[in-house]
């Protein structure tokens, strides 16, 4: 089973990287996944990288573009079993384009997200329901949502009903 996660940059996250990186770890542990597979953007991508490679799991880093990179980057490169890149220069939809090579290329999602409804991890989520896909969120407040369970997708008949 392949994981996946989708998550704010420090600016969001500042103060509860550790809390994150424990949610993370404990999540690992229950799903016991053998492929993860971490966006590599600085924040919730990067202590997910850091988890799999603490744990020994196979990573697959998903690059937006080619990029030189950072040496923390560097270290999750080297490690990683498979390193995708969306594109070879910046383009303005690399995220994007990465973000949903993520979604249908892993079974489950996790979700470091807060509540807010833009930006890329919104955006990462909403395409992972599209897709039916099992998402894990990260308890940010008491009141938010922990999991979204996926209804089977509609079935349609040969005659072209969909049946929900």
């Not at 509860?16 to 016991?32: F, N, P």
């Not at 993860?36 to 690059?63: H, T």
């Not at 080297?78 to 969306?86: H, L, Q």
């Not at 807060?114 to 989520?125: A, K, S, Y």
Request: overall charge negative; hydrophobic content about 35%.
């Amino acid at each position: 089973m392949k994981v996946m996660v989708t998550g704010h940059r420090p600016e969001r996250i500042t103060g509860r990287e550790q809390e994150i990186k424990e949610w993370l770890s404990k999540k690992v542990e229950e799903l016991k996944p053998s492929d993860c597979i971490s966006g590599m953007a600085r924040g919730a991508d990067q202590i997910f990288a850091e988890v799999a490679y603490e744990k020994n799991i196979p990573l697959i880093c998903a690059w937006p573009y080619k990029r030189k990179l950072h040496p923390v980057e560097q270290k999750y490169h080297d490690y990683a079993e498979v390193n995708y890149i969306a594109f070879q220069k910046y383009q303005p939809s690399c995220y994007t384009t990465r973000d949903k090579w993520m979604v249908d290329n892993c079974d489950i999602v996790l979700a470091v997200w807060d509540g807010n409804p833009v930006g890329g991890t919104f955006d990462t989520i909403e395409y992972a329901k599209s897709k039916y896909k099992h998402i894990y969120l990260f308890p940010w407040n008491p009141e938010s949502l922990t999991e979204i369970i996926p209804m089977d997708p509609p079935k349609v008949t040969p005659d072209g009903l969909t049946l929900f």
